[in-house]
């Protein structure tokens, strides 16, 4: 069997009608937004904020730029390093304007990093943060970017908080250490050589199937690929996600009215809070408050201090962070509807605590890069089942397969699949790839194991690459960390499979605890209490932190290599 949009438990309200031909493309959403909303306020950071009608001026003055004072011609990639401030819509908004490729980057990336995706997407432009300098002088010589722009922190802040912001910031040698900026533009000069420029027209790519972003896995499954993800695919998802927010929650309130607010602390380079924060949030008409440092707890609730927000997109350790600091309970939630959680596995704990603090529930969400990234969604408020991704979304047709490829019944553990209109084209200049997890009918292998059950909703079991065989038995971490983070002394635990003469894999977890009198030995009861025998963890070792991605993901790739180096040591 197939699960497309179910009938099961969900919140009344949902449009199943995608109207997939109202936009050909990203450049025509934001066209029809910047009209439709001039005067409203899109984005705040910093406590500064931007209309849609400023936000289109600017986006105008950077794309007219684009098109006279640069030999970058429609097609061309460029490469955006930015934090979320709101240089990032503007930028997004002119590229999309003047037709370029946009090739998102994470601006921790290492000089590896950068040289690998800046030369894998032949990127001929580079957009970066000046708090990044040197390492983007080290690797310019080895890619062939051409035209650099740098940005500053404060750009788009009034004079004063904007001499004061970089002031400080150049001031820090530590995190800004100094570059040749001569051969490189500003941001703010190519905003103002923009402007001279009279009755610009834009040169988007406006077929559907044209690709207008490579974004770029997370690289923890192997060599980072670059999705091509369309207009079809981009306009496809923000449309999916407007067909969930017709949803009512118990109290009869939509998930969407006409002035949300939504707090955007995960960055938005990353797919997740691009489609959500970026593309739907603009199509919707609200406001979203930008979070530059999601990791500055005290500066991220200054930002929403006095504020009444609708909305936050967040995960797992973000949440933890928040609850754990002693003004998060001080902020107004009156107006919270609804809390999105993706990327990784949300705790039960954590679901509790925030539904306990907050009054709102959160409703875990599962997507891909390659799936634009929307492919399931929790229902609203009570409509939510705890432990699940909740349906697919409009639109899209689920299945699981055995390590043969062969379709499993509803209820079985299996690779999951997606096939729907916002699965990528493929991966840039990799078909072999492309081929290995996307069939010719646009189904797309996600390697997450899950359960597909008879009310539609989904279950996430794990990555297929995370399963640990202990004695020929299955072991799913995932499990085992949902039940180390019930302890009330533990913050994170990540769990790896590691060599084992006896069972073939072991299981080793690895913890963060919040309370030093938290022993191997209290863990390894807790754990005896609630797991069987062979999914007791072999190994307990703490840390005083887990390494995880910019987005706040656990890396359990990184953990699993120290791990077996450590064991190849000791053999």
Same mark, same amino acid.
Not at 174 to 182: A, E, H, L, N, V
Not at 333 to 362: C, M, N, V, Y
Not at 497 to 508: F, L, Q, R, W
């Given at each position: 069997?197939?699960?497309?949009?179910?009938?099961?438990?969900?919140?009344?309200?949902?449009?199943?009608?995608?109207?997939?031909?109202?936009?050909?493309?990203?450049?025509?959403?934001?066209?029809?937004?910047?009209?439709?909303?001039?005067?409203?306020?899109?984005?705040?950071?910093?406590?500064?904020?931007?209309?849609?009608?400023?936000?289109?001026?600017?986006?105008?003055?950077?794309?007219?730029?684009?098109?006279?004072?640069?030999?970058?011609?429609?097609?061309?990639?460029?490469?955006?390093?930015?934090?979320?401030?709101?240089?990032?819509?503007?930028?997004?908004?002119?590229?999309?304007?003047?037709?370029?490729?946009?090739?998102?980057?994470?601006?921790?990336?290492?000089?590896?990093?950068?040289?690998?995706?800046?030369?894998?997407?032949?990127?001929?432009?580079?957009?970066?943060?000046?708090?990044?300098?040197?390492?983007?002088?080290?690797?310019?010589?080895?890619?062939?970017?051409?035209?650099?722009?740098?940005?500053?922190?404060?750009?788009?802040?009034?004079?004063?908080?904007?001499?004061?912001?970089?002031?400080?910031?150049?001031?820090?040698?530590?995190?800004?250490?100094?570059?040749?900026?001569?051969?490189? +533009?500003?941001? !703010? *000069? =190519?905003?103002?050589?923009? /402007?001279?420029? &009279?009755?610009?027209?834009? %040169?988007?790519?406006?077929?559907?199937?044209?690709?207008?972003?490579?974004?770029?896995?997370?690289?923890?499954?192997?060599?980072?690929?670059?999705?091509?993800?369309?207009?079809?695919?981009?306009?496809?998802?923000?449309?999916?996600?407007?067909?969930?927010?017709?949803?009512?929650?118990?109290?009869?309130?939509?998930?969407?009215?006409?002035?949300?607010?939504?707090?955007?602390?995960?960055?938005?380079?990353?797919?997740?809070?691009?489609?959500?924060?970026?593309?739907?949030?603009?199509?919707?008409?609200?406001?979203?408050?930008?979070? +530059?440092?999601? !990791? *500055? =707890?005290?500066?991220?609730? /200054?930002?929403? &201090?006095?504020?009444?927000? %609708?909305?936050?997109?967040?995960?797992?350790?973000?949440?933890?962070?928040?609850?754990?600091?002693?003004?998060?309970?001080?902020?107004?939630?009156?107006?919270?509807?609804?809390?999105?959680?993706?990327?990784?596995?949300?705790?039960?704990?954590?679901?509790?605590?925030?539904?306990?603090?907050?009054?709102?529930?959160?409703?875990?969400?599962?997507?891909?890069?390659?799936?634009?990234?929307?492919?399931?969604?929790?229902?609203?408020?009570?409509?939510?089942?705890?432990?699940?991704?909740?349906?697919?979304?409009?639109?899209?047709?689920?299945?699981?397969?055995? *390590?043969?490829?062969?379709?499993?019944?509803?209820?079985?553990?299996?690779?999951?699949?997606?096939?729907?209109?916002?699965?990528?084209?493929?991966?840039?200049?990799?078909?072999?790839?492309?081929?290995?997890?996307?069939?010719?009918?646009?189904?797309?292998?996600?390697?997450?194991?899950?359960?597909?059950?008879?009310?539609?909703?989904?279950?996430?079991?794990?990555?297929?690459?995370?399963?640990?065989?202990?004695?020929?038995?299955?072991?799913?971490?995932?499990?085992?960390?949902?039940?180390?983070?019930?302890?009330?002394?533990?913050?994170?635990?990540?769990?790896?499979?590691?060599?084992?003469?006896?069972?073939?894999?072991?299981?080793?977890?690895?913890?963060?605890?919040?309370?030093?009198?938290?022993?191997?030995?209290?863990?390894?009861?807790?754990?005896?209490?609630?797991?069987?025998?062979?999914?007791?963890?072999?190994q307990i070792e703490f840390r005083d932190e887990l390494p995880m991605s910019a987005v706040g993901k656990i890396l359990r790739k990184e953990l699993r290599a120290e791990a077996l180096s450590q064991h190849s040591k000791n053999a």
């Amino acid at each position: 069997m197939e699960a497309s949009f179910w009938d099961g438990k969900r919140a009344p309200g949902i449009n199943d009608t995608l109207e997939l031909g109202r936009f050909d493309s990203v450049a025509e959403v934001f066209a029809f937004s910047v009209k439709k909303y001039a005067t409203k306020t899109a984005f705040t950071n910093m406590g500064v904020s931007l209309t849609y009608q400023e936000l289109d001026q600017l986006s105008t003055q950077f794309m007219a730029w684009i098109q006279h004072n640069t030999d970058l011609k429609p097609g061309d990639r460029i490469a955006v390093q930015m934090p979320n401030t709101l240089q990032y819509p503007v930028a997004v908004l002119g590229i999309a304007k003047a037709g370029l490729v946009l090739v998102n980057t994470n601006p921790l990336y290492t000089a590896r990093e950068m040289v690998h995706q800046f030369n894998d997407s032949g990127a001929k432009a580079l957009l970066f943060m000046d708090t990044f300098g040197q390492l983007v002088e080290e690797v310019l010589p080895q890619t062939k970017v051409e035209t650099v722009i740098v940005s500053s922190l404060g750009d788009l802040l009034p004079f004063t908080k904007r001499l004061l912001i970089n002031t400080v910031t150049r001031h820090i040698k530590k995190i800004i250490p100094s570059f040749d900026r001569s051969k490189m +533009t500003s941001f !703010r *000069d =190519a905003l103002a050589l923009g /402007r001279q420029h &009279k009755n610009v027209q834009p %040169t988007t790519l406006s077929s559907p199937d044209d690709v207008v972003a490579l974004q770029y896995t997370g690289g923890t499954t192997g060599v980072a690929k670059g999705a091509e993800l369309t207009n079809r695919n981009l306009v496809s998802n923000m449309l999916q996600i407007d067909a969930l927010a017709q949803q009512t929650d118990e109290q009869g309130r939509p998930m969407r009215g006409e002035n949300e607010v939504a707090v955007a602390p995960l960055p938005l380079y990353h797919i997740y809070a691009f489609t959500v924060n970026l593309m739907y949030g603009m199509f919707g008409g609200g406001e979203t408050i930008l979070i +530059t440092n999601p !990791r *500055d =707890a005290d500066m991220f609730l /200054r930002a929403l &201090k006095g504020r009444r927000f %609708t909305s936050f997109a967040g995960l797992n350790t973000l949440f933890v962070s928040l609850m754990n600091h002693p003004e998060f309970k001080s902020l107004d939630f009156s107006g919270l509807k609804q809390t999105g959680s993706g990327g990784t596995a949300l705790s039960p704990d954590t679901a509790k605590r925030w539904h306990e603090i907050t009054g709102a529930r959160i409703g875990e969400g599962f997507g891909l890069t390659e799936c634009s990234p929307v492919v399931c969604s929790s229902p609203a408020g009570s409509f939510i089942q705890d432990g699940t991704v909740g349906t697919p979304a409009p639109g899209t047709t689920l299945k699981v397969i055995d *390590d043969e490829g062969n379709e499993l019944p509803i209820g079985e553990r299996g690779e999951l699949c997606v096939q729907g209109p916002q699965v990528m084209k493929g991966y840039w200049g990799r078909p072999e790839a492309t081929e290995e997890c996307l069939s010719k009918d646009g189904w797309f292998k996600t390697g997450d194991v899950a359960v597909i059950q008879e009310d539609g909703f989904v279950r996430i079991v794990d990555r297929v690459k995370d399963l640990v065989l202990v004695s020929g038995f299955n072991v799913y971490p995932n499990e085992i960390e949902d039940v180390v983070t019930s302890h009330p002394h533990v913050e994170f635990s990540a769990v790896v499979g590691i060599p084992d003469e006896k069972t073939g894999e072991a299981v080793k977890l690895y913890v963060v605890a919040n309370d030093s009198s938290l022993t191997k030995e209290v863990l390894d009861a807790h754990c005896r209490k609630n797991l069987t025998a062979y999914k007791i963890p072999r190994q307990i070792e703490f840390r005083d932190e887990l390494p995880m991605s910019a987005v706040g993901k656990i890396l359990r790739k990184e953990l699993r290599a120290e791990a077996l180096s450590q064991h190849s040591k000791n053999a």
